[in-house]
């Protein structure tokens, strides 16, 4: 069979992997939602643990996070290790099938009766950065914690298989490489397809492979790079959306590695799946703010100054609320003032991301509010009802503006701590395509 010239492609950081799928695949118990969900909820690995037991899993593959402090995590990724060996020596069975040099075109339905479309690919770790104000083609979109990442890099050194989770975000306004993808293969059969475990909804993937295939691919990200491509020459073609630490982790390997391995290495790629962030099935939540014991008017006026703002009282919880989702730039504020509650709209001029604007201003003024906490919260009725108690304000940020997304963090950087949320924890990406890293 004549070899695809991929060269372009992987001028780009873009490579086509080889895949390493499950032979006769049961679906609902070889794939597993990514390990950093569900960090404080043993029952539901509890309950994925039924569901896989007694078959082959990637949860055999991962260690959940909820597990990452636990006593016996020396012994779990031991016990890591030799899954993946015997998964790979066909020991005690069979478990992979042949490996095929393919990305996948991925039609996800989840739950909530949402469809999401993605393309697994590979990435060269070398042209991502997740430190602030690179100028990489692969960015991370909020801050890194570096304390995060050696913890991960115990699991990955060694590990003879790579499981992705991570979803990288790319500006396609006019869905040329997802979309089209999706064009190309679905008159194919599929590779994979099946329910998920514990209201996953459902997958299916096709692979992209044959020379027309490759070339739409590389057509499109060459399309999708000039239209990113800065006047210095750089180009800014992925954000990372999931998985940031996880991406950190394997650039961190690759760096501590590279001199001894080579530039071969597998240990030098990471696999992604590929989202377009226009994509109708993924949505961006934002994630708001309660600050406890703090001078609430105090800070609101600090904020409006800082922000050229205008405050504008408004009579309901509901008011404030349907306020702030008219708006890609206005905050809402619900707290209590000598026993009356009060509901505040501070309107702005804010055209980029405004939680990468409003955070750094509320630490600034925190800084000298030595009471004060702040805790980071999913929805906005429990924001509201958590701004009736005394000596608490919640904060409602408006909805992610995808248009300014990439803007922003070419422009500012990535984006604060605890920025936004793709989707319910139900909806993240599961386990299921494999591929050899450390032989």
């Known amino acids: 069979m004549k070899k695809i010239d991929t060269s372009k492609l992987e001028s780009f950081g873009i490579r086509v992997p080889e895949i390493l799928l499950p032979k006769n695949i049961d679906i609902k118990s070889w794939a597993v939602i990514a ?7 043993l029952d539901y690995w509890k309950k994925a643990e039924k569901a896989a037991a007694g078959k082959a899993s990637t949860l055999n593959l991962i260690l959940p996070e909820v597990y990452l402090n636990a006593p016996d995590k020396s012994q779990r990724i031991k016990k890591i290790r030799e899954s993946m060996k015997d998964y790979l020596e066909g020991n005690p069975k069979e478990v992979f099938d042949a490996p095929r040099d393919c990305m996948v075109y991925v039609e996800r339905k989840t739950a909530f009766g949402r469809t999401r479309k993605g393309l697994v690919a590979e990435i060269d770790l070398d042209t991502y950065e997740w430190k602030p104000f690179s100028n990489a083609n692969i960015r991370a979109t909020e801050a890194t914690i570096v304390e ?12 003879p298989l790579e499981l992705p989770h991570i979803m990288l975000l790319v500006d396609d306004k006019e869905d040329q490489l997802i979309g089209a993808s999706g064009a190309l293969v679905k008159g194919k059969a599929p590779l994979y397809e099946g329910q998920l475990m514990c209201n996953g909804g459902s997958i299916t993937g096709w692979a992209l492979e044959s020379e027309a295939e490759i070339t739409a691919v590389t057509d499109a990200v060459e399309k999708i790079a000039a239209k990113n491509r800065s006047a210095d020459g750089s180009t ?4 990372v959306g999931d998985g940031n630490h996880s991406l950190a ?4 390997v690759w760096d501590e590695c590279k001199k001894e391995l080579g530039p071969d290495s597998p240990v030098r790629y990471a696999l992604v799946e590929i989202v377009n962030i226009y994509d109708e099935g993924l949505t961006f939540e934002p994630i708001h703010r309660v600050i406890f014991n703090v001078n609430t008017e105090a800070m609101i006026k600090a904020l409006a100054a800082k922000l050229n703002g205008r405050i504008k009282e408004l009579s309901s919880a509901t008011e404030l609320e349907e306020a702030v989702k008219k708006s ?26 405004a939680v990468a604007r409003l955070q750094p201003e509320i630490d600034a003024f ?8 702040i805790d980071y919260i999913h929805g906005s009725e429990e924001v509201l009802k958590l701004g009736e108690r005394d000596n608490a304000v919640g904060i409602l940020l408006p909805p992610i503006a995808k248009d300014s997304f990439f803007e922003t963090i070419s422009g500012r950087g990535p984006l604060p701590r605890k920025s936004f949320s793709m989707g319910e924890a139900d909806e993240k990406r599961f386990y299921l395509e494999c591929r050899k890293l450390f032989s």
Do not use: W
């Open 249 to 252: 982790t394997a650039k961190a």
């Open 366 to 373: 925190l800084k000298n509010e030595s009471s004060a906490e």
């Open 35 to 41: 390990c950093d969900q569900y960090t404080q909820d």
């Open 236 to 239: 800014f073609l992925f954000a």
């Open 328 to 353: 890609h730039a206005d905050f809402g504020f619900a707290y209590k003032l000598d026993g009356a509650q009060k509901y505040v709209l501070l309107e702005t001029d804010i055209t980029e991301l």
């Open 148 to 159: 995060r990442i050696p913890p991960r890099m115990e699991i990955r050194k060694g590990a």
